[in-house]
């Protein structure tokens, strides 16, 4: 069995930057791209898996990609880090990046509608982001 010693770039022990500055990014990037009703889900006391989830909700599949190469841009050039896992590129109906303690959910007005995790969430402190336009 191979012994490991660390992770490959320290990425799970030096958590850099803080959850609330990688959001604050996230959230930038959904901007600049008209993301839809943002939603901050502080689910730190919840569960372990993460500390936040960052939702928003894209009109078309061309804008839920855009907004989620805007994200991952926009994290990346101020922090350098890039998402750890991403999922749903192709369908473009709901896409997932997973940047370890903030995960990312950018969804048509369906998915959003019929998975509600706001809902299934419900105790977790919840933040609305006001979009401009």
Known sequence: MTKIEKPANNQFIEATPDSKTLVNHIIEGMESKKAKDIAVLDISAQTTLADFFVICTGNSDTQIKAIADAVEAEVQEKTGDKA?????????????????????????????????LELIWNDSKTTYIKSEG
């Open 84 to 116: 750890w896992k991403k999922e749903g590129l192709q369908a473009r109906s709901w896409i997932i990046l997973d940047f370890i303690h903030t995960v990312v959910h950018i969804m048509t007005k369906e998915k959003r509608s019929f998975y509600n």
